[in-house]
């Protein structure tokens, strides 16, 4: 089974899917992700996509899951890069990702979670 | 064709096939006749000349050996056409290959021959056939012809435009269906990941109406860009329009909706953080803030 690497950026963590994701790795890249957020204090998780070419209800449920477990580690999640396809596969099987940020690329991703971080800093000062 | 032939006809048949081969001339120069009589019949004399000449050379040749049509029919096809293209109507077409019966009738009347009239209403009903099979080209031709316009009006009528850096609009003009969706959709999300823009206006003041399905179509190609990290605007939605969506209960949720691209694109700028202000005199300043 392949592992997908976590790679971490300051205090963002970055998971570049780039390979053909099997239930198998989905399931431990969830278990993996988790333990790094802990380890690391992460306060954002991004997601980059741009190499998934196929998506199934089975990943774009992934996406919310992760998006679910980072929220509890107090983590926000960004999902990148995704495709016109597959935003059309996705939204045909009716999985609109509630819940989960989305931005067009990885610079925009990280801008996005610099963005929520200053606005948390700010409403807390007030 | 065969099938219907009876032992008896068959000497009218070779009868036919005589008469054909030795009048050639005259049934040729006849058919040619006829044919420039047929309404449209008498453009491009020439042309009409060189095809017909073909055309009785491969009505011979099927009659002969294993009666195979297909070179006949391709000719027969070739003509409906062109002539399709040239804007005759079906008929003209058909009048024009019917005309060959009255030119072997004459000749067969004019000798009082009775084989060659036995023989004629089994010709009658082989060319009564080709004629039909013109017909049949003919819509063919035609349906061709509507498709590859479809198709293209289908290209035509899709452009996604740059309003600003980080802003892009599609302008829908003409009724939504599932196909023309499909189209915009993946334009505009294409153009999304090309120009890197996070926000779409979606102007539908050229759409005469919106139903629940044309609806459902806009809330799945929002949702879509959504999913991409884009936010899109729906925009020129008319007073009746609004009235029509209402009464059909169509929910567009948190999709912020504009009543004109004016509207939508003052919005839009202040969402990417670009202040627009009046200045003195007729100039406009532009100024971008830093970080938001």
Same mark, same amino acid.
């Given at each position: ?41 992460? /306060? ?16 774009? /449920? ?62 807390? /000062?007030? | ?8 006809? #068959?000497?009218?048949?070779? *009868?036919?096939?005589? +008469? ?36 009785? =050379? ?16 391709? &000719? ?9 293209? =040239? ?14 019966? =009255?030119?072997?009738?004459? &000749? ?20 009564? #056939? ?11 031709? *035609?349906?061709?012809?509507? &498709? ?14 740059? &309003? ?7 302008? +829908? ?80 949720? #948190? ?7 004016? #509207? ?29």
């Amino acid at each position: 089974m392949e592992r997908v690497p976590i790679l971490k950026l300051g205090d963002i963590l970055i998971v570049s899917i780039q390979i053909d994701l099997e239930d198998q790795s989905v399931l431990a890249l969830q278990e993996d992700l988790a333990d790094k957020i802990v380890a690391t204090g992460a /306060r954002g998780v991004i997601i980059d996509i741009t190499a998934v070419e196929i998506v199934d209800s089975f990943i774009g /449920r992934m996406f919310a899951t992760i998006a679910s477990i980072s929220r509890m580690l107090d983590a926000e999640t960004v999902v990148v890069g995704m495709r016109p396809a597959v935003a059309i596969t996705l939204v045909e099987l009716g999985l609109s990702l509630g819940g989960v940020r989305t931005a067009l690329n990885l610079e925009k991703g990280v801008a996005l979670l610099n963005h929520l971080d200053g606005a948390q800093i700010a409403a807390a /000062r007030r | 064709m065969g099938a219907i032939l009876t032992v008896q006809s #068959d000497a009218g048949r070779r *009868r036919i096939e005589e +008469l054909l081969q030795q009048h050639e001339e005259h049934v040729l120069k006849r058919w040619l006749e006829i044919a420039a009589t047929t309404p449209g019949g008498h453009t491009d004399r020439g042309d009409m000349t060189a095809r017909l000449t073909e055309i009785y =050379q491969a009505l011979r040749q099927s009659f002969l050996g294993s009666g195979d049509t297909s070179d006949l029919r391709g &000719l027969l096809a070739e003509l409906s056409r062109s002539r399709a293209r =040239q804007g005759f109507a079906p008929t003209e077409t058909a009048n024009v290959v019917f005309g060959l019966k =009255q030119a072997v009738f004459e &000749l067969i009347e004019g000798d009082g021959d009775t084989e060659g009239l036995k023989g004629f209403i089994w010709f009658s009903r082989t060319i009564d #056939d080709l004629g039909l099979f013109t017909f049949e080209s003919y819509a063919t031709a *035609r349906e061709k012809i509507i &498709l590859d316009q479809a198709e293209q009006l289908l290209e035509l009528s899709t452009p996604v435009v740059k &309003l600003w850096e980080g802003i892009v609009a599609v302008p +829908l003009i003409g009724t939504l269906d599932s196909a023309r969706t499909q189209v915009v959709m993946e334009k505009l999300l294409q153009t999304l990941v090309e120009t890197g823009s996070e926000h779409a206006v979606i102007d539908i003041t050229g759409v005469p109406a919106v139903d629940t399905q044309v609806a459902q179509h806009l809330l799945k190609t929002v949702v879509a860009a959504r999913l991409m990290g884009a936010e899109c605007v729906i925009s020129g939605i008319r007073p009746q329009i609004a009235h029509t969506i209402v009464t059909l209960g169509i929910e567009f949720g #948190d999709i912020v909706t504009k009543a004109s691209l004016a #509207d939508a694109l003052a919005y839009t700028l202040r969402q990417s953080g670009v202040q627009v202000t009046k200045g003195r005199g007729t100039r406009v300043t532009v100024r971008t803030e830093e970080g938001d």
